[in-house]
């Protein structure tokens, strides 16, 4: 298991949607500030951005909070991810995440912020809201 980590809680609410396969960018999506994550595979095309952006009539799942693992993890890290999901997973409480070159990002619904950064101090780590 890796030592303790430092998450970040990002400011805005976030949505995540999932388009048509072989879908763009959407215009929308463009401007997000500070996080996007644009994913393409052969069945779908998945955006998260700052929830603002995304128009009412865009079917998503919305209110998403992120926490940003700090610093720059490397590739032959083991059990990053697991060190945060895990204790998460037993307080019962829904991840989606989403891994970048330098680090890991980590999304719960709105409602459940206050419980998860509870369960992830409690497992050792530093979350800084």
């Keep these: 298991m890796p030592s303790a980590l430092t998450l970040t809680v990002l400011e805005p609410r976030y949505a995540v949607v999932r ?64 060190s945060l999901a895990s204790p998460l997973a037993d307080a019962g409480v829904p991840v989606f995440v989403v891994s970048t070159f330098d680090t890991d990002y980590v999304l719960v619904r709105g409602a459940a912020l206050g419980a998860a950064v509870s369960v992830l101090r409690g497992a050792g780590h530093s979350v800084v809201e």
């Design 19 to 82: 388009l048509p396969a072989g879908a763009g960018l959407p215009w929308w999506a463009v401007s997000s500030n500070g996080f996007l994550s644009f994913t393409c595979t052969p069945s779908e095309t998945s955006v998260v951005c700052e929830q603002e952006r995304v128009p009412e009539d865009v079917p998503a799942e919305r209110d998403f909070r992120a926490f940003r693992v700090e610093g720059t993890l490397p590739f032959d890290a083991v059990g990053i991810l697991a």
